[in-house]
């Protein structure tokens, strides 16, 4: 393993190329069915050259290398900014320099390759677009562009090798690299069927015709001007400045950072104050534009750069590291509408600042254009993004476009963007989408949403089924791990949608209202053919509670063939879901639908009986096994100097409310102190109940930090409740609630911040009523009554494999083992208890039902999805449209990685994917981005077999990995393999007679055979 790139010849490009596209239909893992074609509408011009579409990717790791290159042409990318260059090009950069997970940072600006390697990659890549719009398309006009980019300063730009760089890319007749390219084409010919001698030879020298300059932070302007002008004038060439966001001061950039929900981003003023004043800048661009058009070349702005903050939370090496992504954008598009504003929308703008497939469009409404994208191509999907983005603006070209900004519709567009849902930090929701698994060498495909799930639903799967219209069959499979899908439909927290992949596109699959449509459509199908397990064993189990755990346990122990008799103080089921969850979140016939689903399996319910059960009692009924799932219906009190013996908690007020209390005397004014989702719902019920008209919330920290449920809390914000942070409740008296103010501490190294108390300083909150949801209780007394042992922190103590008390034969789950929880997590306890009742019984739960479909059929759906931005569709079954069936195909890592250095072989047996990922060390630079959205803890980069090219390679890695030592009739391979390093021959038949050997083997041949072209 090891960060240094090592370009591909311009020979080996090629034939990759060439076999991988006529073999697999792929050309650097790009699907054909992802390949942009320009079918109609006017091209655009731009610096007297033609333009298919005005979007490509921004001068960064899309443009590093060749096969970059290509692959974003391959997906619709037109207009290429090539990474920038300088003369300090041996630098030692620390890695990994990329974090993408939500807004991007990074710490790297300029190209990792020496300025001749660059040269070189760019001129590789001229030709082989050339070759592959002539040889997909037949297409001999070239619809794309080339724009270097050159930095930092003039003494650097001046120097030799760069000053070499420019001219050569203005004209590369002469270049050693060029012919060489031109003269592999010619030998190469006979294997093009559309390419001849004719159209090589016509291959134009003349690459680049435009620059984008890049200066570094706190460049005096009088540089910037003098750059500029020796761009313009002397090399003749039309330019590009890039500007930064600092010139929208720091105050503004602090306080819209802040308005988003990124109020942990550190900037330093300094680096405010030390660049380029908007003032001076409007006068730099006015004096440059002149002088341009007097030369008679195009001028124009970079917007924007990336934007310097501080390193706070050591995410990348480094103090310091630059902002993109996201949060970007709506800095960059108010610097537009500013500049545009300031020259009547008289001024060329090109722009690279968080664009995507939700702002593109409207940024090329505005009349902004060319746009580059980096950012959104390093998320799941990469360069297969640009493909929607190409589509929606070829669209759009109508004619002869006006090449002044519509500095109306773009002063709107910046004025929202501050606003827009999209840009704003809460949009996430989780701050890691990752498990904690280990990444294994093969077989990594996974669905996220599943393992997240507590009880393993088939997300996936379930999801396809509602889409085909199969709602009973979908119901069926839910229905063997959750015995309440209609209450989970309606009020599961969605562990499984904190795991989703779209989280890296856009915003989880809404999988809770899958679920849900899932139990409308198929609950009544499912019940006519429901049939109750015959008697397998003679032995009995008492549940004693009839909630989600109690019901969960009494149903898969009853579908397994056991007598289950549920014990319930209460006279309906249900527990808190049927008495305290309000009824604006679910409906009664919602809970009666899953409990007559339980009972449909044969389980007996008992209820409204005393509660004092008793555990000896029970077995000498005749019970053999006791599954204790009382809850937690306690309430933690509210700790006050005065007054707390007045507050009402919030589980006694949602019983009474749900009981018919909204014509309860809560008086005007209501504060409800927590920020869970109990919260949530009392300040909701508050809400409704009469004569109340204004109701808080108070919490001790920040909205972001809030564990309540995100749509629960915009709920309740959404019906008129009002959020109080940073406040501690400390007395109660004449209708007073007096609160003492707190702040966030600076961030620990983990980067979470604590709350401290700010000396002197309280607020004062008006309180008719205060409900306290500051946590709930379990029984414990009643526990160790029954001879439960309890530890001296509260907790139950249990076997963790299957929840066994310390009482042979007793078991517990939900609340009472956990403390207040979830209900899909209660259904967990239940499941584990189940099995351990049946695995002594001899029993076993029924196997899940298998609705399989053809491989083919499955890979060719998922490939339209990938890559293709959508919000939540309104209607859940079309939700399927969006789930990217992970499970079936993951490959995100190979999406993610600029370079294509993870790729998807095909193998054949003894997996259970039909693709395993392979890495190759030679197009890597450890730039971390694979790391970052594989779903495993784990990196693909280091932890994916690898392939090496050579052999000082090999040994300066600890990668599990292959290089070939000899080739001919008999290949030889170096081979490491969890640690041991061996030689071993193409035709072994086994390695050490070990199946995990065999199979690595396997893949080396594999690899071998049907994708030469990689080593």
């Known amino acids: 393993m090891g960060d240094v790139m090592r370009p591909l010849p311009f020979r080996k490009l090629l034939t990759w190329i060439l076999e991988e596209k006529e073999k697999y239909g792929t050309i650097f893992g790009i699907p054909q069915e ?9 091209r655009l011009q731009l610096f007297g050259e033609d333009l298919e579409t005005p979007i490509g990717p921004a001068a960064g790791p899309h443009t590093q290398l060749a096969q970059n290159i290509v692959a974003a042409y391959l997906c619709g990318g037109r207009f290429f900014e090539l990474k920038t260059v300088q003369v300090l090009d041996q630098l030692d950069i620390a890695k990994p320099c990329i974090d993408a997970e939500d807004e991007c940072y990074n710490v790297e600006w300029s190209t990792e390759l020496t300025v001749e390697e660059a040269f070189a990659e760019y001129v590789k890549a001229w030709f082989l677009l050339h070759v592959l719009q002539k040889e997909l398309w037949n297409e001999d006009r070239r619809g794309f562009i080339f724009n270097m980019s050159v930095g930092y300063d003039l003494q650097g730009i001046k120097s030799p090798k760069v000053d070499q760089f420019i001219e050569g890319l203005k004209d590369a007749a002469s270049t050693a690299v060029f012919q060489e390219c031109r003269q592999v084409l010619k030998e190469e010919c006979r294997k093009f069927t559309r390419v001849d001698e004719d159209f090589i030879d016509g291959i134009s020298p003349h690459i680049c015709r435009s620059v984008t300059l890049s200066t570094l932070h706190g460049c005096p302007p009088a540089e910037i001007e003098t750059i500029c002008r020796y761009l313009v004038a002397e090399k003749k060439l039309n330019t590009f400045v890039k500007l930064n966001p600092t010139l929208l001061g720091y105050d503004f950039v602090k306080e819209t950072l802040a308005a ?26 006015k004096g440059l534009k002149e002088f341009a058009r007097e030369q008679g070349r195009s001028f124009g702005v970079k917007l924007s750069n990336t934007l310097p903050v501080k390193n706070t939370r050591g995410q990348l090496p480094g103090e310091e590291m630059y902002l993109s992504g996201r949060a970007l954008y709506p800095l960059t598009i108010n610097l537009a509408a500013r500049l545009a504003a300031a020259f009547a929308g008289e001024l060329k703008i090109s722009f690279a600042g968080g664009g995507d497939a939700f702002n593109v469009p409207d940024i090329f409404a505005a009349g902004i254009w060319p746009i580059t994208v980096a950012t959104t191509l390093l998320k799941p999907g990469g360069y297969t993004r640009l493909l929607q983005l190409a589509r929606e603006l070829e669209s759009r070209l109508t004619g ?26 809460e949009k996430r929701g989780v701050n890691r989408r990752k498990l904690d698994k280990k990444l294994p060498l093969t077989d990594c495909f996974i669905a996220p949403c599943t393992v997240g799930c507590p009880i393993g639903q088939d997300v996936p799967e379930y999801i396809r089924l509602v889409g085909e219209g199969r709602y009973c069959e979908a119901y069926e499979l839910i229905t063997a791990k959750n015995p309440l899908p209609f209450i989970t439909g309606s009020i599961c927290p969605q562990f499984c949608a904190a795991k989703c992949t ?64 549920v014990f319930d103080r209460m006279e309906k089921p249900g527990g808190t879901v049927q008495y305290v969850i309000p009824p604006f979140r679910i409906d009664g016939e919602a809970i009666a639908r899953d409990v007559e689903l339980v009972r449909g399996t044969g389980v007996e319910l008992r209820l409204g009986i005393d509660p004092e059960f008793s555990v000896e009692a029970l077995k000498k009924e005749g019970y053999k096994y ?76 920040t909205k972001e930090y809030m564990p309540a449920n995100k749509e ?67 029984d414990y007394d009643i526990l160790q009554r029954n001879g439960i042992r309890v530890d001296n922190r509260g907790r139950v103590v249990v076997d963790p494999a299957t929840n066994e008390t310390n009482v042979e034969n007793v078991f517990i789950g939900g609340d009472a083992l956990r403390g207040p929880a979830t209900i899909v997590e209660a259904i967990a306890d239940a499941v584990k208890a189940a099995r351990a009742i049946l695995a002594r019984e001899g029993l076993t739960l029924p196997e899940r039902p298998e609705y399989p479909e053809a491989p083919d059929k499955a890979w060719g759906r998922i490939t339209l999805k990938k890559g293709v931005l959508q919000n939540a569709a309104s209607d859940a079954a079309k939700e399927h449209e969006r789930c990217l069936e992970c499970g079936t195909i993951c490959n995100i890592c190979t999406e993610v990685c600029p370079n294509r250095a993870n790729i ?25 981005n694979c790391a970052t959205f594989c779903p495993y803890d784990g990196a693909p980069y280091k932890d994916k077999l690898t392939l090496f090219w050579r052999e000082d390679d090999f040994n300066a890695s600890d990668n ?56």
């Open 34 to 42: 992802k390949f942009f074609k320009k079918e109609n509408g006017p």
């Open 626 to 701: 006791i599954f204790l799932a009382i809850g937690a219906g306690g309430s933690q009190p509210l700790k006050l100097s005065t007054g707390g013996e007045r507050v009402i908690s919030a589980i006694d007020f949602l019983t009474r409310f749900k009981a018919g209390g909204n014509k309860m005397n809560l008086g005007r004014k209501v504060v409800v102190i927590g920020g869970g989702d109990v919260a949530m719902d009392a300040a909701r019920a508050a809400i409704r109940v009469d004569g109340v008209e204004k109701v808080s919330i108070v919490y001790r920290r």
């Open 960 to 1015: 599990s990995g292959f290089l070939l030592v000899s080739g001919g009739e008999r290949p030889i391979f170096k081979v490491r393999l969890e640690g041991r390093v061996f030689e071993v021959a193409l035709d072994a038949p086994d390695l050490s007679g070990d199946k995990g050997y065999e199979e690595i083997l396997s893949i080396i041949r594999s690899v071998y055979q049907n994708y030469k072209y990689m080593f």
């Open 502 to 565: 779209r989280l890296d596109y856009d915003e989880p699959v809404c999988i809770r209202a899958v679920k849900k449509a899932a139990a409308e459509g198929g609950y009544l199908k499912y019940r006519q053919r429901q049939g109750q397990s015959s008697g397998a064993t003679s032995a009995r189990v008492a549940v004693i509670g009839a909630g989600p755990a109690g019901l969960a346990a009494g149903y898969f122990l009853a579908r397994a063939g056991m007598k289950v008799t």
């Open 260 to 285: 988003m929900g990124y109020n942990y981003i550190s900037l330093k003023e300094e680096s405010f104050s030390h660049d380029l004043q908007y003032e001076d800048g409007l006068a730099l661009l």
């Open 400 to 425: 002869a476009m006006d090449e002044k900004i519509d500095v109306d519709f773009l002063d709107a567009l910046a004025a929202g963007a501050a606003k827009k849902s999209d840009y704003l930090k």
């Open 904 to 928: 998807a072989v095909k193998v054949d047996g003894g997996f259970k994917h039909g693709e395993q990922i392979v890495h190759v060390d030679g197009m890597c630079n450890e730039c971390g």
């Open 712 to 778: 629960e809390l915009q709920a309740a914000l959404a019906e008129g409740a009002l959020l109080k942070e940073l406040l501690v409740p400390v007395s109660w008296t004449g209708g007073v609630l007096r609160c003492q103010k707190m702040e966030l501490s600076a961030p620990e190294p983990s980067g979470r911040r604590s709350v401290v108390p700010r000396e002197g300083e309280f607020e004062e909150i008006e309180a008719d009523t205060v409900i306290a949801a500051v946590g709930q209780a379990v």
